[in-house]
Protein backbone atom coordinates (compact mmCIF):
# COMPACT_ATOMS: atom_id res chain seq x y z
CA UNK A 1 0.00 0.00 0.00
CA UNK A 2 0.92 3.55 -1.06
CA UNK A 3 2.52 4.71 2.65
CA UNK A 4 2.71 8.36 1.53
CA UNK A 5 -1.07 8.63 0.72
CA UNK A 6 -3.20 11.11 3.01
CA UNK A 7 -5.15 8.33 3.68
CA UNK A 8 -2.91 6.00 4.20
CA UNK A 9 -3.82 3.41 6.81
CA UNK A 10 -2.67 3.00 9.90
CA UNK A 11 0.21 0.17 10.53
CA UNK A 12 0.98 0.70 14.46
CA UNK A 13 -1.41 0.38 17.51
CA UNK A 14 -2.46 2.65 19.90
CA UNK A 15 -3.02 2.15 23.56
CA UNK A 16 -5.98 2.20 25.53
CA UNK A 17 -9.20 2.64 23.08
CA UNK A 18 -7.74 0.07 20.89
CA UNK A 19 -7.20 -2.56 23.07
CA UNK A 20 -10.54 -3.73 21.86
CA UNK A 21 -8.89 -3.68 18.50
CA UNK A 22 -8.07 -6.98 16.83
CA UNK A 23 -4.43 -6.93 14.71
CA UNK A 24 -4.01 -9.08 11.53
CA UNK A 25 -0.87 -10.98 10.82
CA UNK A 26 0.42 -8.18 8.88
CA UNK A 27 0.97 -5.48 11.50
CA UNK A 28 -1.89 -3.17 10.90
CA UNK A 29 -4.08 -2.76 12.85
CA UNK A 30 -8.24 -3.30 12.19
CA UNK A 31 -9.91 -1.70 14.66
CA UNK A 32 -12.58 -3.76 14.56
CA UNK A 33 -15.15 -4.50 17.50
CA UNK A 34 -17.06 -7.09 15.19
CA UNK A 35 -20.13 -7.87 17.92
CA UNK A 36 -22.68 -10.61 17.20
CA UNK A 37 -22.30 -13.39 14.57
CA UNK A 38 -24.59 -16.12 14.25
CA UNK A 39 -23.68 -19.53 13.92
CA UNK A 40 -22.44 -20.49 10.26
CA UNK A 41 -24.15 -23.68 8.87
CA UNK A 42 -22.77 -26.38 7.08
CA UNK A 43 -22.54 -26.75 3.39
CA UNK A 44 -24.49 -22.63 3.23
CA UNK A 45 -22.35 -19.86 2.33
CA UNK A 46 -23.51 -16.68 1.04
CA UNK A 47 -22.15 -15.27 -2.55
CA UNK A 48 -21.57 -11.95 -3.50
CA UNK A 49 -24.81 -9.98 -5.38
CA UNK A 50 -26.01 -12.18 -8.33
CA UNK A 51 -22.98 -14.77 -8.23
CA UNK A 52 -21.05 -11.41 -9.54
CA UNK A 53 -18.30 -8.61 -8.35
CA UNK A 54 -19.53 -5.58 -6.63
CA UNK A 55 -17.32 -2.82 -8.24
CA UNK A 56 -17.99 1.25 -7.57
CA UNK A 57 -15.77 4.71 -7.78
CA UNK A 58 -15.60 6.87 -4.31
CA UNK A 59 -15.04 10.36 -4.93
CA UNK A 60 -13.51 12.20 -2.70
CA UNK A 61 -13.31 15.88 -2.33
CA UNK A 62 -16.08 16.69 -4.17
CA UNK A 63 -18.73 19.54 -3.17
CA UNK A 64 -20.81 22.32 -5.06
CA UNK A 65 -19.24 25.04 -7.26
CA UNK A 66 -16.22 25.14 -5.38
CA UNK A 67 -12.74 23.73 -6.64
CA UNK A 68 -11.59 22.64 -3.06
CA UNK A 69 -8.02 21.87 -3.42
CA UNK A 70 -7.45 26.02 -4.26
CA UNK A 71 -8.60 27.07 -1.07
CA UNK A 72 -7.54 23.88 0.76
CA UNK A 73 -3.77 24.34 -0.18
CA UNK A 74 -2.90 27.60 1.69
CA UNK A 75 -4.35 25.86 4.65
CA UNK A 76 -2.83 23.08 4.97
CA UNK A 77 0.46 24.89 4.31
CA UNK A 78 0.11 27.16 7.30
CA UNK A 79 -0.37 24.24 9.33
CA UNK A 80 2.63 22.90 8.74
CA UNK A 81 4.47 25.85 9.15
CA UNK A 82 5.31 26.23 5.26
CA UNK A 83 7.56 22.90 5.65
CA UNK A 84 6.21 20.30 3.78
CA UNK A 85 6.80 21.00 0.16
CA UNK A 86 3.96 19.45 -0.87
CA UNK A 87 2.00 22.07 -0.25
CA UNK A 88 3.42 24.84 -1.81
CA UNK A 89 2.44 24.10 -5.15
CA UNK A 90 0.72 27.42 -6.93
CA UNK A 91 -2.40 27.41 -6.24
CA UNK A 92 -3.23 30.31 -7.04
CA UNK A 93 -3.32 29.46 -10.69
CA UNK A 94 -6.49 26.73 -10.12
CA UNK A 95 -9.58 27.88 -10.83
CA UNK A 96 -12.02 28.50 -8.16
CA UNK A 97 -14.97 26.72 -9.37
CA UNK A 98 -15.36 23.24 -10.66
CA UNK A 99 -18.39 24.38 -12.64
CA UNK A 100 -22.09 22.36 -12.75
CA UNK A 101 -21.41 21.79 -16.03
CA UNK A 102 -18.81 19.28 -15.86
CA UNK A 103 -20.99 17.56 -12.89
CA UNK A 104 -23.74 17.50 -15.46
CA UNK A 105 -21.25 15.89 -18.15
CA UNK A 106 -20.12 13.57 -15.88
CA UNK A 107 -23.26 12.33 -14.17
CA UNK A 108 -24.74 11.58 -17.43
CA UNK A 109 -22.27 9.75 -18.61
CA UNK A 110 -21.89 7.62 -15.20
CA UNK A 111 -25.45 7.54 -15.54
CA UNK A 112 -25.46 5.73 -19.23
CA UNK A 113 -22.54 3.36 -18.29
CA UNK A 114 -24.37 2.15 -14.96
CA UNK A 115 -21.92 3.99 -12.91
CA UNK A 116 -22.27 3.88 -9.39
CA UNK A 117 -20.35 4.78 -6.30
CA UNK A 118 -20.04 7.52 -3.59
CA UNK A 119 -19.94 11.20 -4.18
CA UNK A 120 -18.76 13.90 -1.54
CA UNK A 121 -20.37 16.98 -0.92
CA UNK A 122 -18.30 19.10 1.80
CA UNK A 123 -20.42 21.13 4.02
CA UNK A 124 -18.36 23.57 4.22
CA UNK A 125 -15.73 23.65 2.12
CA UNK A 126 -12.69 25.41 3.22
CA UNK A 127 -14.26 27.40 5.47
CA UNK A 128 -15.59 29.79 2.03
CA UNK A 129 -18.94 29.51 2.65
CA UNK A 130 -21.75 26.72 4.24
CA UNK A 131 -24.04 25.18 1.67
CA UNK A 132 -27.16 26.18 3.74
CA UNK A 133 -26.29 29.77 4.18
CA UNK A 134 -24.51 30.28 0.92
CA UNK A 135 -21.41 30.74 -0.82
CA UNK A 136 -19.58 34.13 -1.39
CA UNK A 137 -18.22 34.59 -4.71
CA UNK A 138 -21.65 32.76 -6.13
CA UNK A 139 -25.19 33.91 -6.03
CA UNK A 140 -27.91 32.29 -4.23
CA UNK A 141 -29.13 31.15 -7.57
CA UNK A 142 -25.85 29.33 -8.76
CA UNK A 143 -26.02 27.43 -5.57
CA UNK A 144 -29.73 26.82 -6.07
CA UNK A 145 -28.70 25.26 -9.03
CA UNK A 146 -26.79 23.57 -7.99
CA UNK A 147 -28.19 21.62 -5.09
CA UNK A 148 -30.35 20.87 -7.01
CA UNK A 149 -28.03 19.34 -9.87
CA UNK A 150 -26.61 16.77 -7.28
CA UNK A 151 -30.18 16.33 -5.70
CA UNK A 152 -31.57 15.15 -9.19
CA UNK A 153 -28.77 13.88 -11.24
CA UNK A 154 -25.95 12.32 -8.69
CA UNK A 155 -28.03 11.13 -5.73
CA UNK A 156 -29.72 8.39 -7.76
CA UNK A 157 -26.57 6.84 -8.56
CA UNK A 158 -24.61 8.19 -5.87
CA UNK A 159 -24.36 7.97 -1.79
CA UNK A 160 -23.59 11.64 -0.77
CA UNK A 161 -21.00 11.55 2.20
CA UNK A 162 -20.55 14.69 4.44
CA UNK A 163 -15.84 14.59 4.14
CA UNK A 164 -16.53 16.44 7.73
CA UNK A 165 -17.60 19.74 7.71
CA UNK A 166 -15.12 22.18 6.11
CA UNK A 167 -12.30 19.11 5.20
CA UNK A 168 -9.56 21.97 6.50
CA UNK A 169 -10.20 23.76 9.68
CA UNK A 170 -11.92 22.62 12.80
CA UNK A 171 -15.31 24.25 13.31
CA UNK A 172 -16.31 25.24 16.98
CA UNK A 173 -19.25 23.76 17.06
CA UNK A 174 -20.15 27.09 19.63
CA UNK A 175 -19.45 29.68 17.82
CA UNK A 176 -19.75 28.27 14.28
CA UNK A 177 -16.09 29.44 13.21
CA UNK A 178 -12.97 27.74 12.74
CA UNK A 179 -10.95 26.89 16.17
CA UNK A 180 -8.16 29.94 16.06
CA UNK A 181 -4.73 29.25 14.88
CA UNK A 182 -3.00 26.74 12.62
CA UNK A 183 -2.03 23.17 13.74
CA UNK A 184 -2.54 19.94 12.93
CA UNK A 185 -4.31 19.80 16.53
CA UNK A 186 -6.88 22.13 14.50
CA UNK A 187 -6.87 20.72 11.39
CA UNK A 188 -9.75 17.97 10.67
CA UNK A 189 -7.12 15.98 8.62
CA UNK A 190 -4.82 15.00 11.03
CA UNK A 191 -5.10 15.48 14.91
CA UNK A 192 -7.73 16.83 15.95
CA UNK A 193 -9.70 13.27 16.56
CA UNK A 194 -6.87 11.62 18.42
CA UNK A 195 -7.62 11.02 22.19
CA UNK A 196 -11.29 12.48 21.55
CA UNK A 197 -14.49 9.91 22.75
CA UNK A 198 -16.99 8.68 20.59
CA UNK A 199 -19.71 11.07 21.53
CA UNK A 200 -17.33 14.12 20.96
CA UNK A 201 -16.58 12.77 17.05
CA UNK A 202 -20.34 11.68 16.90
CA UNK A 203 -21.46 15.55 17.36
CA UNK A 204 -19.02 16.90 14.99
CA UNK A 205 -20.08 14.31 12.62
CA UNK A 206 -23.87 15.17 13.01
CA UNK A 207 -22.55 18.79 13.09
CA UNK A 208 -21.94 17.97 9.39
CA UNK A 209 -24.69 15.93 8.56
CA UNK A 210 -27.16 18.49 9.60
CA UNK A 211 -25.65 20.94 6.97
CA UNK A 212 -26.84 18.26 4.38
CA UNK A 213 -29.74 17.12 5.53
CA UNK A 214 -30.77 21.09 5.63
CA UNK A 215 -29.70 21.50 1.98
CA UNK A 216 -31.95 17.99 1.09
CA UNK A 217 -29.13 15.80 0.38
CA UNK A 218 -29.48 12.73 2.62
CA UNK A 219 -27.12 9.99 3.14
CA UNK A 220 -26.41 6.88 4.99
CA UNK A 221 -22.77 7.70 5.08
CA UNK A 222 -19.35 9.37 5.97
CA UNK A 223 -16.08 10.01 5.01
CA UNK A 224 -13.11 10.93 6.75
CA UNK A 225 -10.97 13.29 5.49
CA UNK A 226 -7.00 12.69 5.57
CA UNK A 227 -6.04 11.34 8.45
CA UNK A 228 -9.28 11.90 10.51
CA UNK A 229 -10.01 8.54 12.78
CA UNK A 230 -7.07 7.44 12.30
CA UNK A 231 -5.80 7.28 15.70
CA UNK A 232 -8.99 6.52 17.15
CA UNK A 233 -10.78 3.99 15.06
CA UNK A 234 -12.86 2.69 17.25
CA UNK A 235 -14.32 5.69 18.43
CA UNK A 236 -14.71 6.45 14.92
CA UNK A 237 -16.65 3.16 14.34
CA UNK A 238 -19.37 3.95 17.60
CA UNK A 239 -19.34 8.10 15.85
CA UNK A 240 -20.65 7.04 12.94
CA UNK A 241 -22.92 4.65 14.34
CA UNK A 242 -24.66 6.81 16.24
CA UNK A 243 -24.57 10.18 14.30
CA UNK A 244 -25.48 8.82 10.90
CA UNK A 245 -28.66 7.08 12.44
CA UNK A 246 -29.42 10.13 15.08
CA UNK A 247 -29.42 12.82 11.78
CA UNK A 248 -30.07 10.85 8.79
CA UNK A 249 -31.95 7.81 10.31
CA UNK A 250 -30.13 5.34 8.68
CA UNK A 251 -30.64 1.69 8.95
CA UNK A 252 -27.27 0.25 8.27
CA UNK A 253 -24.89 3.57 8.76
CA UNK A 254 -21.71 3.13 6.77
CA UNK A 255 -17.92 5.16 6.38
CA UNK A 256 -15.05 5.44 3.98
CA UNK A 257 -11.68 5.41 5.77
CA UNK A 258 -9.07 3.11 4.29
CA UNK A 259 -7.88 1.84 1.58
CA UNK A 260 -5.19 -0.89 0.22
CA UNK A 261 -3.80 -0.04 -3.43
CA UNK A 262 -2.08 -3.19 -3.25
CA UNK A 263 -0.80 -6.49 -1.29
CA UNK A 264 -3.51 -9.02 -0.46
CA UNK A 265 -5.17 -7.39 2.62
CA UNK A 266 -8.56 -8.28 2.19
CA UNK A 267 -10.63 -5.20 0.89
CA UNK A 268 -14.16 -6.60 1.65
CA UNK A 269 -16.06 -4.39 3.91
CA UNK A 270 -16.01 -5.36 7.72
CA UNK A 271 -19.39 -5.24 9.67
CA UNK A 272 -18.21 -3.55 12.66
CA UNK A 273 -20.58 -3.04 16.01
CA UNK A 274 -23.32 -5.71 15.18
CA UNK A 275 -26.00 -6.04 18.23
CA UNK A 276 -29.67 -7.01 18.49
CA UNK A 277 -29.42 -8.78 15.78
CA UNK A 278 -32.51 -10.93 16.87
CA UNK A 279 -34.79 -7.67 18.12
CA UNK A 280 -36.75 -4.98 16.05
CA UNK A 281 -33.72 -2.24 16.34
CA UNK A 282 -30.46 -4.32 15.23
CA UNK A 283 -27.35 -2.42 14.73
CA UNK A 284 -24.47 -2.16 12.46
CA UNK A 285 -22.15 0.33 11.03
CA UNK A 286 -20.44 -1.27 8.06
CA UNK A 287 -16.25 -0.14 7.13
CA UNK A 288 -16.10 0.18 3.23
CA UNK A 289 -12.21 -0.54 2.12
CA UNK A 290 -10.83 1.42 -1.33
CA UNK A 291 -8.60 -1.01 -3.39
CA UNK A 292 -6.75 1.71 -5.41
CA UNK A 293 -4.55 5.04 -5.44
CA UNK A 294 -5.56 8.02 -6.16
CA UNK A 295 -4.31 6.82 -10.31
CA UNK A 296 -6.78 9.30 -12.20
CA UNK A 297 -5.35 12.51 -10.88
CA UNK A 298 -4.05 13.65 -7.35
CA UNK A 299 -6.25 15.69 -5.32
CA UNK A 300 -3.83 18.20 -5.70
CA UNK A 301 -3.47 17.95 -9.67
CA UNK A 302 -0.34 15.49 -9.57
CA UNK A 303 0.49 13.87 -12.71
CA UNK A 304 -1.89 10.67 -12.77
CA UNK A 305 -1.24 7.08 -12.39
CA UNK A 306 -3.32 6.44 -15.39
CA UNK A 307 -5.49 3.84 -16.47
CA UNK A 308 -2.97 0.68 -16.51
CA UNK A 309 -2.69 0.80 -13.01
CA UNK A 310 -6.61 -0.02 -12.47
CA UNK A 311 -6.35 -2.36 -15.32
CA UNK A 312 -4.04 -3.29 -18.55
CA UNK A 313 -5.54 -2.42 -22.50
CA UNK A 314 -5.19 -6.35 -22.39
CA UNK A 315 -7.18 -7.28 -19.44
CA UNK A 316 -4.59 -9.01 -18.20
CA UNK A 317 -3.25 -6.81 -14.86
CA UNK A 318 -3.74 -4.13 -12.82
CA UNK A 319 -5.16 -3.39 -9.43
CA UNK A 320 -8.58 -4.30 -10.59
CA UNK A 321 -7.48 -7.39 -12.22
CA UNK A 322 -6.19 -8.94 -9.06
CA UNK A 323 -9.03 -7.74 -6.45
CA UNK A 324 -11.71 -9.18 -8.85
CA UNK A 325 -9.71 -12.40 -9.59
CA UNK A 326 -10.24 -13.14 -5.88
CA UNK A 327 -13.73 -12.38 -5.55
CA UNK A 328 -13.57 -9.17 -3.48
CA UNK A 329 -15.48 -5.63 -4.34
CA UNK A 330 -13.07 -3.64 -6.11
CA UNK A 331 -14.12 0.01 -5.12
CA UNK A 332 -11.98 2.19 -6.83
CA UNK A 333 -10.66 5.38 -5.23
CA UNK A 334 -10.76 9.35 -6.93
CA UNK A 335 -10.72 12.67 -6.19
CA UNK A 336 -12.93 14.90 -8.13
CA UNK A 337 -10.29 17.87 -8.39
CA UNK A 338 -8.54 15.15 -10.20
CA UNK A 339 -11.16 14.38 -12.35
CA UNK A 340 -11.73 17.88 -13.28
CA UNK A 341 -7.90 18.08 -13.14
CA UNK A 342 -7.55 21.95 -13.71
CA UNK A 343 -10.70 22.05 -16.31
CA UNK A 344 -8.46 19.47 -18.50
CA UNK A 345 -10.91 16.58 -17.49
CA UNK A 346 -7.64 14.37 -17.46
CA UNK A 347 -9.19 12.38 -14.75
CA UNK A 348 -12.24 11.57 -16.11
CA UNK A 349 -10.94 10.34 -19.33
CA UNK A 350 -9.14 7.93 -17.37
CA UNK A 351 -11.91 6.65 -15.63
CA UNK A 352 -13.71 6.38 -19.17
CA UNK A 353 -10.54 4.19 -20.34
CA UNK A 354 -10.95 2.09 -17.15
CA UNK A 355 -14.66 1.18 -17.51
CA UNK A 356 -14.11 0.74 -21.27
CA UNK A 357 -11.92 -2.15 -20.50
CA UNK A 358 -13.71 -3.26 -17.45
CA UNK A 359 -16.70 -3.76 -19.56
CA UNK A 360 -14.28 -5.54 -22.32
CA UNK A 361 -12.96 -7.79 -20.00
CA UNK A 362 -15.54 -9.02 -17.16
CA UNK A 363 -19.53 -9.15 -17.99
CA UNK A 364 -20.54 -10.05 -14.17
CA UNK A 365 -19.77 -6.95 -12.50
CA UNK A 366 -22.38 -5.51 -10.75
CA UNK A 367 -22.16 -1.67 -9.59
CA UNK A 368 -23.22 -0.24 -6.23
CA UNK A 369 -23.44 2.49 -4.30
CA UNK A 370 -21.80 2.01 -0.89
CA UNK A 371 -24.84 2.20 1.18
CA UNK A 372 -25.84 -0.79 -1.23
CA UNK A 373 -22.63 -2.97 -0.49
CA UNK A 374 -22.64 -2.22 3.36
CA UNK A 375 -26.54 -3.71 3.11
CA UNK A 376 -25.44 -6.68 1.35
CA UNK A 377 -22.59 -7.57 3.31
CA UNK A 378 -24.54 -6.82 6.81
CA UNK A 379 -26.88 -9.07 5.38
CA UNK A 380 -24.08 -11.68 4.44
CA UNK A 381 -22.50 -11.54 7.82
CA UNK A 382 -25.26 -11.46 9.83
CA UNK A 383 -28.17 -13.49 8.49
CA UNK A 384 -28.32 -16.90 10.23
CA UNK A 385 -28.57 -19.89 7.82
CA UNK A 386 -29.97 -22.91 9.08
CA UNK A 387 -30.94 -26.49 6.98
CA UNK A 388 -34.13 -27.90 8.26
CA UNK A 389 -36.99 -29.80 6.75
CA UNK A 390 -35.09 -30.75 3.71
CA UNK A 391 -33.96 -26.99 2.82
CA UNK A 392 -33.38 -23.52 4.24
CA UNK A 393 -34.12 -21.50 6.68
CA UNK A 394 -33.37 -17.79 7.24
CA UNK A 395 -33.85 -15.30 9.90
CA UNK A 396 -32.34 -11.91 8.64
CA UNK A 397 -31.86 -8.61 10.66
CA UNK A 398 -31.79 -6.51 7.54
CA UNK A 399 -33.96 -6.78 4.06
CA UNK A 400 -31.46 -7.04 1.22
CA UNK A 401 -31.98 -7.64 -2.71
CA UNK A 402 -30.56 -10.31 -4.76
CA UNK A 403 -29.30 -12.37 -1.84
CA UNK A 404 -27.31 -15.24 -3.30
CA UNK A 405 -27.09 -18.45 -1.65
CA UNK A 406 -24.60 -21.38 -2.32
CA UNK A 407 -26.06 -24.68 -1.27
CA UNK A 408 -24.17 -28.22 -1.38
CA UNK A 409 -26.03 -31.31 -0.47
CA UNK A 410 -29.26 -31.00 -1.42
CA UNK A 411 -31.37 -33.07 -3.81
CA UNK A 412 -33.96 -31.80 -6.36
CA UNK A 413 -34.82 -28.24 -6.93
CA UNK A 414 -35.48 -25.34 -4.97
CA UNK A 415 -39.07 -24.85 -5.55
CA UNK A 416 -40.42 -21.55 -3.34
CA UNK A 417 -38.75 -18.77 -1.15
CA UNK A 418 -41.61 -18.24 1.65
CA UNK A 419 -41.51 -15.21 3.73
CA UNK A 420 -43.35 -15.57 7.18
CA UNK A 421 -44.99 -12.50 6.23
CA UNK A 422 -45.60 -12.60 2.99
CA UNK A 423 -46.39 -13.84 -0.63
CA UNK A 424 -44.53 -17.28 -1.59
CA UNK A 425 -42.16 -16.84 -4.45
CA UNK A 426 -42.36 -19.55 -6.94
CA UNK A 427 -38.76 -20.03 -7.97
CA UNK A 428 -37.39 -20.20 -11.50
CA UNK A 429 -34.10 -22.26 -12.77
CA UNK A 430 -32.01 -20.29 -14.80
CA UNK A 431 -28.86 -21.67 -17.11
CA UNK A 432 -26.54 -20.11 -15.57
CA UNK A 433 -24.40 -17.84 -12.97
CA UNK A 434 -24.71 -14.52 -15.15
CA UNK A 435 -28.54 -15.19 -16.04
CA UNK A 436 -29.65 -15.11 -12.26
CA UNK A 437 -32.18 -12.47 -10.40
CA UNK A 438 -34.01 -12.33 -7.73
CA UNK A 439 -35.99 -15.38 -7.59
CA UNK A 440 -34.32 -17.52 -9.80
CA UNK A 441 -32.02 -20.28 -9.29
CA UNK A 442 -29.24 -22.61 -11.29
CA UNK A 443 -26.47 -25.33 -10.86
CA UNK A 444 -23.15 -24.51 -10.31
CA UNK A 445 -21.30 -27.81 -10.59
CA UNK A 446 -22.80 -30.15 -8.00
CA UNK A 447 -24.16 -27.46 -5.84
CA UNK A 448 -27.53 -25.02 -6.45
CA UNK A 449 -27.14 -21.62 -6.16
CA UNK A 450 -30.67 -19.14 -5.45
CA UNK A 451 -30.83 -15.77 -5.65
CA UNK A 452 -33.72 -14.24 -3.42
CA UNK A 453 -35.17 -10.63 -2.51
CA UNK A 454 -34.50 -10.96 1.41
CA UNK A 455 -36.60 -9.90 3.59
CA UNK A 456 -36.42 -8.47 7.09
CA UNK A 457 -37.18 -11.19 9.60
CA UNK A 458 -37.91 -14.83 9.03
CA UNK A 459 -37.96 -16.99 5.36
CA UNK A 460 -37.12 -20.31 4.02
CA UNK A 461 -36.52 -21.68 0.93
CA UNK A 462 -37.95 -25.53 -0.10
CA UNK A 463 -37.18 -27.79 -2.11
CA UNK A 464 -38.96 -30.01 -4.53
CA UNK A 465 -37.22 -33.82 -4.88
Not at 373 to 379: D, F, P
Request: with cysteine; proline share 7%; glycine share 10%.
Amino acid sequence: MNAHSRRSFLRTATTGALAAAVADPLGSVRAQVPGARPTPADGVSVLPPRGGIPVGLIIDDSTCLVNLNRFAMPQFDAAFEHAAAVYHRNWREWPSEIPDTFVRKFGEWCAGEGVKGKYSIVPYPACVGRLDRGLPGWSPQDLKNSLELVRTLMMPHWDIHPEMVTHTRVIDLKTGHPLPGFSTRTMENWEWTTGRSADEIAAYQAYALSILKEVGLNGEGITTPGSYGNKALPQLAQATLQSVRDVMGAEIPHYFRHLYDSGTESVAPRVELAADLDGPDPRCVVSIIGCTGDWTGGWDCTPPGGADRFITADGKSGRLVEVIGRGEPAMMLAHWTGIYFNGQETGFQIFQEVVRRLKSRYDHLVWMKLSELSRYWAARELTTLARADGGIRLKAPYACPDFTLRVQGIAGSPAFFRPDAGTPLELREVTGLRQLRSGTWTRAAADTVVCLPLPKGRSRVEWKA
